[in-house]
């Protein structure tokens, strides 16, 4: 049996405080399952790291991560080291270097939430935002720095690999899954080389799976339709900045930070892929005990999906919602009273029913 090696960074504030109870629900699965062991080496690679040591990471600290099979992130923050540090420090160099091409976000109302949408209609779908390139590529300038004529250009980059290997992720995500159709967000009637790029290369793609059906949204009515039709949805794909957007949107409509978990995944393997919740270390409830886990506890199941143990993936998620509905054991953000460890014991305990 294969020991899955996973590297930790708990990060700041609350980083640490979440990840806790995710590898708690990771233990308590391999408790349970014979066929699903791991190990964890922590990497204390935070702000603290930053204050002593002027870097956020060692010189040879993505060659230490590189080993891994996956990496299981907290979530990175503090006042004391500007946020360009912890992200350009970090964060990217992790998503850049290991190539991790597509940012994976479920879109999911759990049973025992309400939408903000006050409807009844199930919401479940999945965003799959391209994450290296698009807008928010390093390249462009300023010119006549301080003159009234300055001026700054700043750079889309779209490749034809990127853009493929975004929608080629889609489709066999879609298919897996037995969804029928991938939507995608485009504004291709304005800005005019590089989304007619995008739609031309989404669509080259496309056609060598001809059982998806395929629909394109300019982004601004996009936007309009999660709020109005969210059920309608099952694969999105969209570019960084699109991807960026509508990914926040999206968690907002089913429940906010504490129920949006995401997967930096390098679809080739030859890197390991990075599972974080969305949210940042939010220090105004660092150190209370009262984070909600869940973002990162359903980060951490889909780590196993990707390890291809998709039926642990909807074990865990099943204990999520098993606890939701009983309503008992939340945490003040959603209107309980209850610690980030009570609920992550409750879930280990609907886990095991
Ligand atoms: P944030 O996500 O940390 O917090 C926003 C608000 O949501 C706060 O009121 C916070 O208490 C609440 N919140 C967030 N997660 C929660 C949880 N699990 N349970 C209950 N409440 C929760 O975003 P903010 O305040 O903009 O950023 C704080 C720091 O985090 C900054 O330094 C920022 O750069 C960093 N950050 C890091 C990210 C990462 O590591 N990937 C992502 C976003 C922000
Ligand atoms: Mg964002």
């Known amino acids: 049996m294969k020991t899955h090696q996973i590297a930790v960074l708990p ?27 791991f190990e964890t080496t922590e990497f204390p690679w935070n702000s603290d790291y930053y204050v002593k040591h002027g870097k956020m990471m060692p010189d040879d600290g993505l060659k230490q991560l590189q080993s891994f099979d996956s990496i299981l992130f907290g979530a990175i923050g503090d006042a004391r080291v500007s946020d360009l540090v912890t992200i350009w420090e970090l964060i990217l160099p992790i998503r850049k270097n290991f190539q991790q091409f597509i940012n994976f976000r479920p879109i999911k109302l759990l049973k025992g939430l309400n ?21 928010y590529s390093d390249s462009g300038g300023i010119m006549f720095s301080g003159e009234e004529r300055e001026m700054a250009v700043q750079n889309t980059v779209m490749t034809k690999q990127g853009v493929r290997q975004l929608t080629e992720f889609a489709c066999d995500y879609a298919e897996k899954r037995g969804a029928a159709k991938i939507t995608n967000a485009t504004k291709s009637n304005v800005i005019s080389y590089a989304m007619t790029f995008w739609d031309r290369i989404v669509e080259e793609t496309m056609e060598k799976h001809p059982d998806l059906d395929y629909e ?15 059920e309608s949805f ?3 794909i969209a570019s960084n900045l699109f991807g960026d957007i509508l990914s926040d949107l999206g968690s907002a409509i089913v429940g906010g930070l504490g129920f949006a978990p995401s997967g930096n995944i390098n679809p080739s393997g030859e890197f390991p892929s990075m599972f974080e919740a969305v949210h940042g270390s939010a220090p105004d409830i660092a150190g209370k005990g009262i984070a909600n886990p869940i973002a990162q506890i359903w980060s951490s199941a889909l780590m196993l999906e990707h390890f291809g143990r998709k039926d642990l993936h909807d074990q865990v998620l099943a204990a999520i919602e098993a606890t939701l509905v009983e309503n008992q054991t939340l945490t003040p953000d959603i209107g309980g009273n209850a610690t980030t460890s009570e609920v992550g014991d409750a879930i280990i305990e609907k886990l095991k029913q």
């Open 11 to 37: 990060g700041d504030g609350i980083g640490p405080e979440v990840t806790t109870e995710a590898i708690k629900v990771l233990e308590a699965l391999a408790e349970q399952d014979t066929d699903f062991n």
């Open 216 to 230: 394109k949204y300019y982004i601004d009515a996009l936007a309009a339709y999660f709020v109005q039709r969210p």
């Open 115 to 135: 939408s903000p949408l006050e409807q009844e209609k199930p919401i479940d779908f999945a965003i799959i935002r391209e994450n290296s390139e698009g807008e």
């Open 234 to 236: 099952e694969v999105v």
